[in-house]
């Protein structure tokens, strides 16, 4: 009897402990300790391999860490070993998703259906999320195996945190937030429905709070509070006061989710683009070397690492970077982006064709976003002095409303090549116009004048180049050159109008700054004598 006792004991314990690992990995995944949840998994598989809901729950952690292919082992590995179980159905179903063979998807969900669905609530759940995360979606479907799943678990709270996803998905952010809220009144201890609250606000660009409402920062703060160990909360953090400009606090919790989340691979990919959205391109780039010490497979990081590589001025590693992406990943995989980087990176390497190429690859490809690359396309043809080009795709960007300074500049100065002085005059005005200060606008405003004027009777470029005088004159080391053309025209102008007082004040400072300049000596010994 009393052997028997101990054996009940043994059993009861050694389910405790089964429970346990799982919940325990389960949390691990949660917090994106993904390789420590990876290690727990791999143990209670060991001990339990014909228990399906191990291998799914293996394969979800696989999946959320971007390992598909692992997943997808772990799932069919759950099939075998447990064939009767539906979840590892529904895992298959995500991989097909991801793989775009939707038909595919679709007989792996009918099979998780038909082996459980009805009296298992958390296929329902896993069936509803693979609709609302991964494409094709189908949010009504979804919300339709979430009301079955709460008639199973009415007070399971991530049921009501699907349920706010599949309204968010639909872009209807009050309901999102009720269901939200209802699944932390379910769960308080949980920091998960915070982050989403915050997630939102985020979305809406409402960071610190407005209008009365309450900001994504507040939400944030609330989920560590409640769960102070939370990783993503810290990550959520960080990418908010990026998105805020407060680059130092975005840092410093971005150092804090790297520590939670045991510096796991996926947590240092994040990080290296997040260093790259911040303009931290050295950084991102020195991320990215750490991690190749230990792991080159990560495709994502060749896309990365060649986009830093132009931002720092390094076409050459740039374009070796882009080309093993572009010869690693899957095409259904390249974004515009993808394209844009590749042309630029071409043309910084001299193969301006190619990359006029695959700039307007990826023009066509996202016409709305890509309106910068106006601009790049517009240099690579000044580049090429094909300035007609040029003047196309500046003023394309122009016609946008997106127009910065430099356009303006620039498209004058294509003006001005192609002898259109006019227009060039116009475009530097612009150029004055949005930038005051920039001493160049009146530089280049003037030598526009000065070929609309050959002879210089009429002066229209003289108050130009008195404007740039009085604004160059300051940093005149910096400005030797154009000083002594704008010197030139001025002592020029006043010869003509037999000025001699005035013309000797300006080519003095031309001999001033070039004491060898003959047109100066010259002027200065033919006004000898002259009042």
């Known amino acids: 009897m009393k052997s028997r006792i101990i054996l009940i004991a043994l059993i009861c314990s050694c389910s405790l402990l089964k429970a346990q690992s ?15 949840a990876s290690s727990m998994f791999k143990v209670i598989i060991e001990k ?36 009767s179980n539906p979840l590892n159905y529904v895992g298959l179903g995500k991989v097909s998703k991801l793989e775009k063979d939707f038909g595919k998807a679709q007989e792996n969900f009918v099979k998780a259906i038909n082996l459980g ?50 309204f968010l998905e639909n872009n209807d952010g009050s309901n999102a937030i009720k269901f939200y809220e209802k699944a932390q009144t379910l769960d308080p201890k949980s920091p998960l429905a915070m982050v989403r609250i915050g997630q939102l606000w985020t979305r809406a660009r409402n960071y610190v709070g407005k209008d009365g409402a309450k900001g994504a920062l507040e939400y944030y703060n609330n989920a560590i509070s409640i769960a102070p160990d939370y990783a993503p909360a810290y990550r959520e953090l960080g990418e908010l006061f990026a998105k805020a400009q407060r680059y130092e ?64 001025k390094d076409p050459v590693n740039g374009l070796k970077y882009m080309i ?28 301006d064709s190619l990359g006029i190429i695959n700039i307007n690859k990826a023009i066509e490809k996202d016409t709305a976003s890509a309106v910068d690359l106006y601009s790049d396309l517009a240099a690579i043809y000044a580049k090429q002095k094909k300035y007609a080009d040029a003047i196309i795709n500046y003023q394309k960007k122009i016609s946008s409303g997106k127009a910065i300074t430099n356009d303006y500049y620039r498209l004058g100065q294509a003006f001005y090549y192609i002898k259109e002085f006019g227009k060039a005059d116009t475009a530097f005005a612009k150029v004055i116009e949005t930038q005051p200060k920039l001493v160049t606008g009146y530089f280049w405003r003037a030598r526009a004048n000065t070929n609309l004027d050959p002879d210089s009777k009429l002066g229209l470029a003289k108050p130009f180049y008195e404007e740039y005088v009085l604004r160059a004159e300051p940093d005149s ?32 400072k031309v001999k001033a700054l070039d004491p060898n300049d003959k047109q100066a000596n010259d002027a200065l010994s033919d006004m000898k004598g002259k009042n």
Request: proline share 3%; aromatic share 16%; hydrophobic share 35%.
């Open 249 to 312: 606090d975005a840092k410093s919790n971005y150092a804090k989710y790297l520590e939670l989340s045991k510096n796991n691979l996926s947590a240092k990919i994040r990080y290296a683009s997040f260093l790259f959205l911040t303009k931290n391109y050295k950084e991102s780039l020195e991320q990215i070397n750490s991690i190749w010490q230990k792991d080159t497979s990560k495709v994502v990081l060749y896309r990365l690492a060649a986009y830093s590589s132009f931002e720092t």
């Open 48 to 83: 339990f391999p014909s228990k399906g809901d191990y291998w799914f729950y293996y394969g979800e952690s696989l999946l959320q860490n971007d390992n598909q292919d692992s997943a997808k082992y772990a799932y069919n590995e759950g099939i075998k070993n447990d064939p």
């Open 324 to 351: 093993s992406f572009f010869n690693k990943q899957v095409e259904s995989k390249f974004i515009p982006s993808d394209f844009a980087y590749f042309g630029k990176l071409l043309a910084a390497n001299g193969q």
């Open 117 to 166: 669905a009805g009296k298992n609530p958390e296929v329902l759940i896993r069936l509803a999320e693979a609709q609302i995360k991964i494409e094709k979606k189908d949010l009504t479907q979804a919300f339709s195996y979430l009301k079955d799943a709460e008639k199973l678990q009415p007070t399971n709270p991530e049921i009501q945190i699907l349920n706010g996803d599949a």
């Open 22 to 36: 799982l919940a325990e990995a389960k949390i691990l995944t949660s917090n994106e300790q993904f390789e420590s």
């Open 477 to 508: 080391s910096k400005y030797v050159k154009d000083l002594i053309e704008a010197y030139k025209y001025l002592g020029y102008y006043y010869y003509q109008l037999k000025d001699y007082t005035n013309s000797r004040i300006w080519w003095e």
